[in-house]
């Protein structure tokens, strides 16, 4: 029983450059949560999505970063135009339909250069 | 605003012994509480969870306790064990519209000495 997958682990960009995370959740979990920590500090939530639904994107900056959830495939969290301040741990977690519980995945680690 | 507190940075405990990591949070609204493990380039690992109906809540070698009077959580490693440290994270929730949204504490790191 596959927990969930991210991909890659580890991400190199430069400025101005994009960034595309991927997420897989847990095997029957339907719900994907993004978190992003940055360097001594917890995980900030980031947005929540079902399938083919965004529900609630309200920690996620306006502007260059994006999410979806496709009907099939993994969840992706893009990033266009990447700055230095991008760089950052990010993690996705999934949960079932009671949603109590959320499974976090390894993390993508972004570095702007 | 940081609604969920962890004011521990760190905390080192010798093996065998008692390991409490303290959270403390704001908001009287938040009904569910985690506790995750964190080793270095890995992802948290779920390690308990209480609602906030119960006070306490006790898996193996792990006991959350809960005072909502005090808004204030505590996870209890007992005896503690040098594979126990890492980073550990609380997250509390408030269920709104069937969802839950954590917010994450900044962390207490805790080493257990051999």
């Known amino acids: 029983n596959a927990g969930v997958m991210q991909n890659p682990r580890h991400l190199v960009r430069r400025r101005g450059q994009e960034a595309r995370l991927r997420c897989s959740p847990m095997k029957g979990h339907s719900h994907v949560y993004w978190y992003r920590q940055l360097p001594e500090e917890g995980l900030k939530f980031m947005v929540y999505?079902?399938?083919?639904?965004?529900?609630?994107e309200s920690g996620m900056p306006k502007e260059r970063f994006s999410a979806e959830f496709p009907k099939e495939g993994p969840s992706i969290l893009r990033i266009q135009q990447v700055v230095r301040g991008d760089s950052a741990a990010y993690f996705c977690?999934?949960?079932?339909?009671?949603?109590?519980?959320?499974?976090f995945g390894p993390g993508t680690r972004l570095l702007v250069l | 605003d940081q609604q969920v507190k962890q004011n521990s940075p760190s905390l080192s405990v010798q093996e065998g012994r008692i390991s409490i990591l303290n959270c403390d949070y704001t908001?009287?609204?938040?009904?569910?509480f985690l506790w995750y493990k964190k080793y270095p380039a890995e992802g948290p690992t779920f390690l308990i969870s209480?609602?906030?109906?119960?006070d306490k809540n006790e898996d193996g070698r792990f006991t959350v306790f809960l005072n909502k009077s005090a808004k204030h959580l505590s996870l209890h490693i007992v005896p503690s064990q040098p594979g126990d440290s890492a980073v550990y994270f609380c997250?509390?929730?408030?269920?709104?519209?069937?969802?839950?949204?954590?917010?994450f504490g900044t962390g207490t790191r805790l080493k257990v000495l051999a």
């Open positions: 997250a509390a929730s408030e269920r709104l519209s069937g969802t839950y949204k954590y917010i």
């Open positions: 209480i609602s906030s109906i119960k």
């Open positions: 999505l079902q399938k083919e639904n965004i529900i609630d």
């Open positions: 977690a999934s949960c079932g339909t009671t949603q109590e519980t959320q499974y």
């Open positions: 908001n009287s609204m938040f009904d569910y």
